[in-house]
């Protein structure tokens, strides 16, 4: 009985977290709750991935966050009602004071999600992670097989993959694992192998994204970015493959892409809108160096440096941002954006009712 209460606890928590962001998104409401935040907490990498401008020389900028500055960002997050802060980057194992960031996120009460490629953990930095509250550590790997995996990541890494997937998946407080795979034209022959690979190693979450040069990757040079994209011929073969891999994986229980976002994939490369994008009312966006937008197709410059994130998403300044959102007709079909999107699009709620509540629970941690 009690599980039953804390069942339709959990339900009614979603319907009321639903409600709120539907009337900031298609309402005009001031924002009374920003369920997930992406922080891009530094933006430094390690790694020398082919469709990635993070690493790539440029002008110096501003000066990244400092620890009191992201921490800084816990009143605003209570205040939301936050339930889910995402780290990424950059490669965020490479700020030292990581674990601090992720267990004052935890004590706000949020879970704590983390992008990486992994290639600094080792066993003690999963356990500092881990024991600091990390909830899920999402792993990047976009090729099943070490040459491949080098060809697209630039770097040597799949056994630093594997062997991290391991440390995070043992000791007492394992957590779980998940594997993120851009997919392009370098291994879009590789998607099913990869689904296979996800199962052998025990994640509970496999998700594929089209390479696109949207958001933090539209900084890249179109001639670094053009070889990678899939061409027109070949979205059938690659949209069939995505259908038998993302079936496989939700047999074997492995959390995936939502059928719609596959069976939309070419919308990445189409200048289509399909559905309602949630940004600036379900999710916000912080940069290495605090500016907060919805998407990073849109924004000015609200710091979190200059107003708390509360009073920022309340402004009228981000209702204009929002309001662009509302208006936007570029093809974005990137995971981060389109399936929280998918998620909170009535229609699709309806129908996936149970499918939600499974993966709300697993990524509410
Ligand atoms: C920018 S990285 C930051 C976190 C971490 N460094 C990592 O690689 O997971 C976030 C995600 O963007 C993906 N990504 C990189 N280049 C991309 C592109 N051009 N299009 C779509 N996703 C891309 C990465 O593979 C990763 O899953
Ligand atoms: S995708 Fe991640 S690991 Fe690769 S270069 Fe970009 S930030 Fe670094």
């Not at 933006?43 to 020398?48: E, G, L, T």
């Not at 267990?103 to 879970?111: I, L, M, P, T, V």
């Not at 999963?126 to 990390?134: H, N, P, Q, Y």
């Not at 770097?155 to 997937?165: E, N, Q, Y």
Request: hydrophobic residues 40%.
């Amino acid at each position: 009985m009690a599980g039953l209460g804390t069942k339709l606890k959990a339900v009614f928590a979603m319907a009321n977290t639903f409600a709120r962001v539907w009337t900031t998104r298609h309402l005009g409401a001031t924002p009374s709750v920003i369920p997930f935040v992406y922080l891009d907490i530094t933006d430094r990498c390690n790694s020398r991935c082919r469709s990635c401008s993070i690493w790539r020389p440029r002008e110096p900028g501003p000066a990244e966050l400092t620890t009191e500055e992201i921490l800084g960002l816990v009143p605003s997050l209570r205040a939301l009602r936050t339930q889910i802060v995402s780290i990424g980057g950059g490669e965020p194992l490479l700020r030292t004071d990581l674990e601090t960031c992720v267990s004052a996120f935890r004590e706000a009460g949020c879970a704590v999600h983390m992008n990486t490629n992994a290639l600094a953990i080792d066993e003690a930095r999963a356990t500092s992670l881990t024991e600091a509250g990390l909830s899920v550590a999402y792993i990047s790997c976009d090729h099943p097989d070490p040459d491949g995996y080098r060809e697209v990541r630039g770097v040597d890494g799949l056994d630093r993959v594997v062997s991290a997937i391991a440390h995070f998946q043992s000791g007492p407080k394992a957590i779980p694992v998940g594997i993120n795979m851009v997919v392009s034209r370098l291994n879009q022959d590789a998607i099913e192998r990869m689904a296979e690979r996800c199962i052998e190693w025990g994640v509970v979450k496999a998700q594929f994204i089209p390479v696109h040069g949207l958001l933090r990757h539209r900084s890249i040079d179109r001639r670094s970015i053009e070889p990678l994209l899939p061409q027109t011929k070949d979205l059938p073969t690659i949209k069939a493959a995505l259908r038998r891999a993302t079936r496989r994986l939700r047999h074997s229980g492995i959390e995936t892409n939502s059928e719609y976002f596959i069976d939309l994939f070419e919308r990445a490369y189409e200048p289509v809108r399909t559905i309602p994008c949630m940004a600036g009312s379900l999710f916000v966006m912080i940069n290495p160096f605090g500016d907060v937008v919805p998407c990073y197709q849109y924004g000015g410059r609200l710091s979190i440096r200059g107003m708390p994130l509360e009073e920022i998403v309340r402004s009228e300044a981000f209702r204009k941002q929002r309001h662009c959102v509302a208006e936007c007709s570029i093809a974005c079909w990137d995971s981060g954006s389109a399936e929280p999107s998918i998620r909170f699009h009535l229609p699709y709620l309806l129908r996936h009712p149970i499918q939600i509540y499974q993966e709300a629970r697993l990524h509410l941690g």
